[in-house]
């Protein structure tokens, strides 16, 4: 269970740019939620998934993880907790190391690199199965380096690297908004599946409301900093694209209405 | 060039491949630009000499100048990761601290080895020459480097170096430290170059604080060349090209030393000259070579 209260994030703090980015959120994640998040740009959504993972230092508040308090850890101790996929292709592999290189640093997630070797030969047996139910067929080119492939594969290779070892919680940052449709689709579907398999906690932001509804047992919605809507389960169920319109036309008044088209 | 000549070119090629594989850790796989070599090279000769004539063994002297070249080395990744100093910048207070604190380990600007013991002496006593014994001992050592480097980077630490180098965010993500690797390899970049320090004053007799000048230009000028000649496709391959990289770069200065033409000869003074228009023919070579088979 991850408990977040009272995060404040200021960027350019005293300067004629200070925006306050997220104004003191509160949320409780249980275990095994999946959760999309969704609001219009500038919300604090990536914001809030960056200070879940300590790429931002927090100005205020608390990140419990199963009751430790990790507000204060840097970023990579985070990651022995926390995975993450963004939006961003290129960001979660390595491209000049092989694929199973890059699985290996993945398998090994929060432990020790030590002077062992990188790849151990019972580690392919492993990569193989995990990569075939990609359906890509990668489990042939375990040696291939990471640049060969496209931004998809890669995507689909970062999503089993965030779960070969099974996080505590899982962050998405819009990871199919730079794939093509068809593609993303796919990656999606991977996305389901993995944390079906592993019933993994996860926090999903995504600019499209559709998919935001389909996915997952929760939904929030953040605007200006703050969570202004947060359903879950059968609430969520019934909700329609209408619905969330309807919410954020409430809290956007009338700049809402020149982004209708790009929503929808 | 005379045999003495080509010899002589082996045995600097081989000494300074410590170095060259060392700027290619920090350049090629971490991508951080260290020009830290050029302090902790004289740094290795000036611990190794003063711990001869102290009277430890010479091939103990190489461990501590690797010790010193590493400590020296984590300084500037301190400074880099810890600090918040731009790499280059940083490396670049290391260098020009280190000049004082060679002259303070030195006690003076230059020691000299004669008639002290060197690593060098066992090999000379079988008889098999001076001129031969220096390539070959400092071309085992190095390819021993070679083959210790070329292990590390396949380990998992090798691994997250790596990584580190092209992907910072992806490696965090992965829960390294990140400064942490940094520091120990740019630590361990100057430890070898530090070796290198250590092989030449034993060489050549003499460990002199003005020894460094110019070291990192002759390092990347090695490593660029090497790529250039043998390619970088793997990583056994560019440690590979690294090394001989080293040796073609001081076989193309020792040609260049001993060419003469009419009147006109080059002098070692113009060393500096010859290694930069070295390393701008390594690098537009490539360039120029891709053009005219595309057209």
């Known amino acids: 269970m991850i408990e977040i209260t009272d995060l404040v994030k200021t960027f350019h703090q005293g300067s004629v740019n200070e925006v306050l980015a997220l104004s003191g959120i509160s949320l409780q994640v249980r275990k095994g939620d999946f959760i999309t998040v969704i609001g219009s740009n500038g919300a604090g959504k990536s914001t809030l998934l960056n200070c879940l993972a300590g790429s931002y230092p927090i100005d205020s508040g608390h990140i419990l993880i199963e009751d430790q308090d990790v507000s204060r850890w840097p970023e990579y101790k985070r990651a022995t907790q926390i995975s993450r996929v963004f939006q961003d292709p290129l960001l979660g592999t390595c491209g000049p190391l092989s694929i199973e290189q890059n699985l290996a640093l993945a398998n090994r997630r929060g432990k020790y690199h030590g002077l062992k070797r990188g790849v151990q030969r019972s580690d392919r047996e492993l990569f193989r199965n995990q990569l075939s139910q990609l359906n890509l067929e990668l489990e042939s080119r375990l040696k291939d380096s990471v640049g060969l492939l496209s931004g998809g594969q890669r995507q689909a290779l970062t999503l089993l690297m965030a779960t070969l070892v099974k996080p505590k919680i899982l962050l998405l940052d819009e990871h199919t908004a730079a794939l093509d449709p068809k593609t993303a689709l796919q990656v999606l579907k991977l996305t389901q599946q993995l944390i079906d398999d592993q019933h993994l906690t996860t926090l999903m932001v995504t600019h499209n409301m559709r998919q935001a509804l389909q996915l997952g047992n929760r939904l929030i919605m953040l605007h200006a900093g703050r969570v202004i809507l947060d359903v879950s389960g059968e609430e969520k169920a019934a909700m329609t694209v209408e619905d969330l319109l309807e919410q954020f036309y409430k809290v956007r008044g009338e700049e809402f209405v020149s982004d209708r088209m790009l929503l929808v | ?295």
């Open chain 2, 1 to 295: 060039m005379t045999y003495f000549a080509f010899m002589g070119a082996l045995e600097q090629g081989f000494a300074y491949g410590f170095l060259v594989l060392g700027v290619y850790l920090t350049f090629r796989v971490l991508d951080f630009p260290d020009l830290t070599v050029d302090g902790s090279l004289p740094l290795g000769a000036a611990v190794s000499a003063v711990a001869i004539t102290a009277g430890f063994n010479p091939f103990l002297s190489l461990l501590f100048a690797l010790l010193a070249g590493f400590l020296a080395g984590m300084v500037t990744g301190f400074l880099s990761t810890k600090l918040g100093i731009l790499h280059l910048l940083a490396s670049i207070l290391t260098m020009i601290a280190l000049y004082s604190i060679n002259l303070r380990i030195m006690g003076r600007p230059n020691i000299t080895l004669l008639g002290k013991p060197t690593i060098l002496e066992p090999l000379i006593n079988t008889g098999i020459g001076m001129f031969n014994a220096a390539p070959l001992l400092f071309g085992i050592f190095s390819t021993l480097a070679l083959l210790l480097l070329l292990w590390l980077l396949h380990t998992a630490f090798g691994l997250a170096m790596q990584a580190t180098g092209a992907n910072q965010q992806m490696i965090t993500s992965q829960g390294v430290n990140t400064d942490r690797v940094i520091i120990l390899t740019v630590g361990l970049s100057n430890g070898l170059a530090a070796v290198s320090g250590a092989l030449l004053c034993q060489s050549q007799g003499a460990a002199d604080v003005n020894m460094g000048v110019g070291t990192i230009v002759a390092g990347l000028a090695s490593v660029i060349v090497g790529e250039t000649l043998f390619g970088c496709r793997t990583i056994g391959r560019a440690l590979l090209a690294a090394l001989l990289g080293s040796l073609i770069y001081r076989l193309t200065i020792a040609l260049a030393l001993s060419l003469k033409l009419g009147q006109f000869s080059f002098t070692p003074s113009d060393l500096n000259l010859l290694t930069a228009l070295l390393v701008v023919a390594a690098l537009t070579l490539p360039k120029l070579r891709r053009k005219v088979l595309s057209r």
